[in-house]
């Protein structure tokens, strides 16, 4: 006899192989759906109708060929009446929100500055609320990536930096403020399941990911057959917080030698201007320092390449253990010094040296839409609600 639990999770599993179906293929018949999946026809058929009234999917036409008899009817995802809200938080306060198609539009993004937990509640239920006042269509929920430390099922965001939260119930405050079901996730998870949900997920040689992020902090996700890696009480990787250098400078954590302390946006531009002894001529910001740098090539200054060569070292050691202790298809970098042909190339050399040799062929790809994967990442957090 089977479970009533057994009979949900079965039902979830068949709705979401239909679904990615439909998502892969962009416009497919139920009888294609049938094909692809193994389900039968009248299973699809239970399951079209159910996604149909949900407004997630709609009828788009008729099939375009030469085959004799009735023409199928084509199905696609909903562009048009049904939207996901993504928030992203990073740890400086930058507040960003943004309306998402379920395939993968940001329309309406905006980005604001909040100092405290108050101001940020406000702001989000504010701009909810806007949206939902105009927009002609459903909001199927709120998804949210901050920089942090957050307990996902819990809804609890366990630390962060900026605005200083500790054990703070983000979910349940929005919920006491907003109708609409709200979900949460670290911001570097996020990014990684934008990325992976709308570039890997159908690969057929791509069944497993690390998404390494550097900015202000230095982040990592991993996507395991498919899922996103999660421990038992966060999906934090903190990357950051791997300790490479015993006699380091001491990191925000606590301890010496953290990548995170070694290489952040700061820490590169301290370093910088020292060698260059930065003046108002220059006009190099602490946002501009990557690019200052990445602009450099093979025959820059001795200093310039002494600058690369050390971030590439110690990224390289950050990223080889990880590819020892998982073993994936592909490492993705988030940074801003990727444009750089020569860090570049020095990455790729000294992580070859640092793993095991059958690991060497493991490759590292760029990203260039790192906020665009936070926020499409944020929004799959409400899809994946629905399909998990």
Not at 202 to 230: H, M, R, T, W
Request: one cysteine or more; glycine letters at 6%.
């Amino acid at each position: 006899m089977k479970l009533k639990g057994d009979q949900k999770l079965s039902r979830r599993i068949n709705n979401r192989l239909v679904f990615k179906a439909i998502k892969k293929n962009k416009k497919i018949s139920r009888a294609d759906i049938s094909r692809i999946t193994g389900l039968s026809k009248a299973s699809v058929t239970k399951i079209v109708n159910g996604l149909m009234k949900s407004n997630i999917i709609e009828e788009c036409g008729k099939e375009d060929n030469d085959r004799v008899g009735r023409k199928s009817i084509l199905l696609q995802l909903n562009k048009k009446d049904v939207f996901l809200i993504s928030v992203t938080i990073n740890d400086l306060g930058m507040v960003s929100i943004a309306l998402n198609s379920l395939t993968g539009e940001i329309k309406n993004k905006k980005t604001f500055k909040c100092d405290c937990d108050e101001e940020i509640l406000k702001l989000i239920e504010g701009q909810v609320n806007s949206i939902n006042k105009t927009l002609k269509g459903e909001i199927l929920g709120l998804g949210i990536g901050i920089c942090g430390m957050v307990d996902s099922d819990k809804g609890v965001i366990l630390s962060a930096v900026n605005p200083n939260w500790s054990d703070f119930k983000i979910v349940n405050k929005l919920n006491k403020r907003l109708d609409i079901p709200i979900y949460l996730e670290n911001l570097t998870a996020t990014a990684a399941i934008g990325e992976w949900w709308y570039k890997y997920e159908e690969s057929k040689n791509i069944q497993s990911l690390i998404y390494i992020q550097i900015d202000d902090s230095v982040g990592s996700a991993a996507i395991i057959n498919g899922e996103l890696f999660s421990g038992s009480k966060s999906s934090n990787m903190e990357f950051g917080h791997i300790a490479i250098k015993e006699d380091g400078k001491i990191c925000s954590c606590g301890r010496r030698g953290c990548i995170e302390s070694l290489i952040s946006k700061k820490v590169i531009y301290d370093k910088t201007d020292e060698i260059f002894n930065f003046d108002d001529e220059d006009q190099v910001s602490i946002d501009d320092i990557y690019l200052f740098l990445a602009k450099k090539s093979y025959n820059e200054s001795t200093a310039h390449k002494e600058i690369i060569n050390y971030i590439s070292y110690v990224l390289g050691r950050g990223i080889a253990d990880l590819i020892n202790l998982f073993g994936p298809d592909l490492v993705v970098l988030d940074f801003e010094l990727n444009n750089s042909k020569y860090f570049f190339e020095k990455l790729i050399n000294n992580v070859k040296d640092e793993v095991l040799p059958p690991l060497k062929n493991v490759k590292i790809q760029k990203t260039k839409q790192s906020n665009e994967n936070e926020l499409l990442g944020a929004g799959v957090l409400v899809l994946r609600s629905l399909f998990l």
